[in-house]
């Protein structure tokens, strides 16, 4: 296996960097919506949003090597992610394979432009693992769906345009065989949505309600009864995506730091344990390669997807219980200025909690693997 790069693409590379280097804003605790916008065009602007997307839709036509070798670069320069990473994830990419022309043309570019920001709406208070089972419906009234229900957990419904909402058109047959997605205009009459407070203090949940919101037939994405099969490779690529943001080098360097400021890298228990976070950080780099090789062949693999998200959220967790363990007493601290690092360890610990849940709990990864790979029956 030839793991080396060719001479052009250690040129992007350095292109890439360069760039970087002149660009990555300083790290702003205070980021706005402006700001945050501000850094995705940016990042459009230079050619490296949605790299390897196709030029007609605003991307930049590169190659998925020079995409990935982009992502690598991003982490390194320790880059914020752009603001409109759900719908660059994945809203996009099933627009790409679902959408009509019209749909592409009108939504992507606006998507890399960040004019528009994109939402997510699958989960629902009775249905959230067991997601075939979404209630909110939409019914056939001519030219357009009239929708009604709730949905729950919605990351930035607050500050988003558009809807990329799960819907059931049908009651017949199997449970996943009636559901279809709409592409949603937030701002549409009969959207109400109520932020939900987190235990971090901060608020990018929501639950959003829907009564008599009359979406036209035209921003149907792919078939009626086809939004299962919409869905599920969406979140193929949401899942890869959170596995791909792992920056497990980082939060081991920042293990390191804290470890020798509290004066523990002699204590055994600590030594063998940031030595057990830098393998299963070394295991979680060769999975990414394995999975940049699929996505070189353009293979969608679910069942990589479902084991690195699991692995790569419970390592996550494993770094941030570390920092604050080695913290002590004081890793306890937020909001407090007796807090070590400004309290980034116990904000972290409590933000991480939410990643072995978001994009698929760890159990129903654990299920994925146990089925799909090690051919174990179904409960
Ligand atoms: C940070 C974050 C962001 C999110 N953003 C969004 C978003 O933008 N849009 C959206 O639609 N949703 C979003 N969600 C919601 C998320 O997808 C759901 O919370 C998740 O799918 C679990 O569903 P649930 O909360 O209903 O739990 P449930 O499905 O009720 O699960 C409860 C418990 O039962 C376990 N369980 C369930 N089924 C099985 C099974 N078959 N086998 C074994 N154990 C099982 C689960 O693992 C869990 O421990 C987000 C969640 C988080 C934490």
């Not at 976070?277 to 070394?282: H, N, Q, T």
Request: glycine share 8%.
């Amino acid at each position: 296996m030839d793991l080396s790069y060719t001479p052009e693409e250690e040129a992007f590379r350095a292109k890439v960097r360069k760039w970087l280097q002149d660009n990555v804003p300083a790290h702003d605790q205070n980021r706005t919506l402006e700001s945050a916008r501000a850094w995705q065009r940016k990042l459009h602007e230079g050619g490296f949003l949605g790299a390897a997307w196709p030029k007609e839709y605003g991307g930049a036509g590169l190659s998925e090597m020079e995409q990935a070798i982009l992502n690598e670069e991003m982490v390194r320069a320790r880059a914020p992610q752009p603001i409109n990473q759900m719908a660059i994830w994945w809203v996009g990419p099933a627009l790409m394979k679902h959408g009509t022309e019209e749909q592409k043309k009108r939504f992507i570019p606006r998507i890399l432009t960040c004019e528009e920001i994109w939402a997510t709406g699958y989960s629902e208070p009775s249905s959230g693992s067991d997601m075939a089972a979404a209630r909110t419906s939409a019914v056939r009234d001519g030219d357009f769906y009239v929708v009604n229900g709730q949905k729950i957990w919605t990351t930035l419904a607050h500050i988003s345009d558009w809807y990329f909402i799960l819907v059931r058109t049908s009651t017949e047959g199997p449970k996943w065989a009636g559901l279809t997605m709409l592409l949603m205009d937030l701002k549409s009459p009969g959207v109400s949505i109520k932020p939900i407070k987190q235990i971090d203090g901060g608020s990018e949940f929501n639950e959003v309600f829907m009564t008599d919101v009359r979406v036209p037939v035209a921003n149907r994405l792919g078939d009626e009864g086809q939004g299962w099969e919409v869905v599920s490779s969406a979140l193929v690529n949401e899942r890869s995506g959170i596995a791909g943001s792992i920056r497990a080098d980082q939060s081991l360097e920042w293990i390191v730091t804290t470890a020798r400021q509290q004066g523990k890298t002699r204590d055994p228990n600590v030594r063998q344990k940031i030595a057990d976070l830098a393998i299963k950080g070394s295991i979680m780099r060769c999975a990414g390669l394995r999975s940049m090789t699929d996505s070189l062949n353009q293979r969608l693999n679910p069942h990589l997807s479902a084991a690195m998200k699991l692995m790569g959220t419970l390592l996550v967790q494993e770094f941030s219980e570390t920092g604050v363990e080695l913290l002590g007493p004081y890793g306890c601290l937020m909001n407090d200025s007796r807090a070590p690092f400004e309290g980034k360890w116990s904000k972290q610990y409590l933000g991480d909690r939410s990643m072995t849940i978001a994009g698929g709990t760890s159990e129903v990864q654990r299920n994925i693997v146990a089925q799909r790979v090690l051919g174990l029956p179904r409960r």
